[in-house]
């Protein structure tokens, strides 16, 4: 099992940056070696949508909507979204999300583990 807790969230005007953290921690008898880390958000009536994924060997995704203005990284037992550029349109709940093995393309009914969520809000 992986248990994650999301923080960083808050409110900020167009234009600005926020950076927001998750710090998971793993069973450590788990038979699995490789996770998926990713970073999803919701707003309030809509599905989650697949914001980045960090795969087990390095390689990331981002969704369009995000891609040259959020960055994804991984530190000691801790995920990163540095977000950029802000549009009112990012304002969600973001959730930071695990699953074993592949990051599945960012479908959230795959992934098993998921933090409480942080919200985001930008205003214009």
């Known amino acids: 099992q992986v248990q994650l807790a999301e923080s960083g969230g808050g409110s900020v005007q167009a234009g600005g940056s926020l950076r927001l953290s998750c710090a998971y921690t793993?069973?450590?008898?788990?038979?699995?070696?490789?996770?998926?880390l990713a970073w999803f958000r919701q707003v309030p009536g809509k599905d989650y949508g697949g914001v980045s994924a960090?795969?087990?060997?390095?390689r990331i995704t981002y969704a369009d909507s995000v891609k040259g203005r959020f960055t994804i990284s991984k530190g000691q037992n801790s995920l990163y979204l540095q977000m950029n550029s802000l549009k009112p349109e990012d304002t969600a709940m973001y959730y930071c999300?695990?699953?074993?093995?592949?990051?599945?393309?960012?479908?959230?009914?795959?992934?098993?583990?998921w933090g409480q969520g942080t919200q985001v809000t930008v205003s214009s």
């Open positions: 999300a695990s699953t074993p093995g592949w990051c599945r393309d960012m479908e959230a009914a795959e992934y098993l583990y």
């Open positions: 793993a069973n450590p008898n788990s038979r699995y070696t490789n996770y998926c």
């Open positions: 960090l795969e087990g060997d390095g």
